[in-house]
């Protein structure tokens, strides 16, 4: 018997190029039905169904029927937060080549499942440790006293929400952290009920609105500047 961890079971569902576009798309946290992601992988339909069903198979994603429809859709946070922390091991130079070309929307801001990701999710969990507002020791994080009344006091929290779990989640393409867990979700959720971002129906770019430049450089001191400045390849 054996008592590795099946390793190689992962490793081959992720060989596939078009398993990894399906998942890529499901990491915007929504459900999507086969057809959606057979046209995002840019695949068949009856060949997405083969890929889906072994991504079913291994347990990364679920499945709920709706009518008609069938909806996949990553089965938990764990599992969104691993494929995260496994994209920052490949490498990121294509997203930096060329001084001149206009910085991908994709790493200026986008969904990590349910949390802000991209240059923007970083640097608020970086304004939010800069400022005191959370504290971090290795891969454990927690909201300040502080930290909870800037929060309460611009929507994040209420009084009968006094407390959110922050998890650190590793950037693939910042190479730093954001934040995930529920204050992850939390920032989200806010932001797109304040229309400070919109999102389109697919894809995971989330898209800053002028009334969100104005809140996040009001809220937590992050200019216009600092998200789309030009980063060379390393």
Request: aromatic letters at 6%.
């Given at each position: ?12 569902a992720l060989?596939?190029?078009?398993r ?44 709920e029927?709706t009518?008609?429809?069938?909806y ?12 995260e ?10 997203l ?11 790493l ?34 927690a ?20 407390f ?26 806010h ?7 919109t ?17 996040f ?9 600092a ?8």
């Amino acid at each position: 018997m054996q008592f590795e961890p099946r390793l190689d079971i992962i490793g081959a569902a992720l060989a596939d190029s078009s398993r990894v576009r399906i998942l890529c798309e499901l990491m915007d946290g929504r459900s999507h039905t086969g057809k959606e992601l057979a046209s995002v992988a840019g695949i068949a339909p009856n060949t997405a169904s083969e890929h889906l069903s072994k991504l079913l198979d291994i347990g990364m994603i679920t499945a709920e029927r709706t009518g008609r429809c069938i909806y996949y859709r990553i089965v938990s946070d764990e599992v969104a937060e691993t494929l995260e922390q496994m994209s920052a091991l490949s490498p990121t130079d294509h997203l930096y080549r060329g001084r001149n070309r206009q910085c991908p929307p994709e790493l200026i801001a986008r969904t990590c499942y349910n949390h802000i990701a991209g240059r923007l999710g970083v640097l608020m969990a970086k304004r939010l440790m800069d400022r005191g507002w959370i504290s971090v020791e290795g891969a454990t994080a927690a909201v300040t006293q502080s930290g909870t009344e800037h929060l309460r006091r611009i929507g994040f929290l209420s009084d009968t929400m006094p407390f959110l779990l922050v998890k650190c989640c590793l950037d693939w393409s910042e190479r730093r952290h954001h934040f995930s867990g529920p204050l992850g979700s939390s920032l989200l959720n806010h932001a797109l009920s304040q229309k400070w971002l919109t999102r389109p129906r697919h894809g995971r770019v989330l898209h800053i609105e002028p009334k969100g430049f104005a809140a996040f450089d009001q809220y937590f001191g992050i200019s216009r500047t600092a998200l789309f400045r030009q980063v060379d390849a390393t």
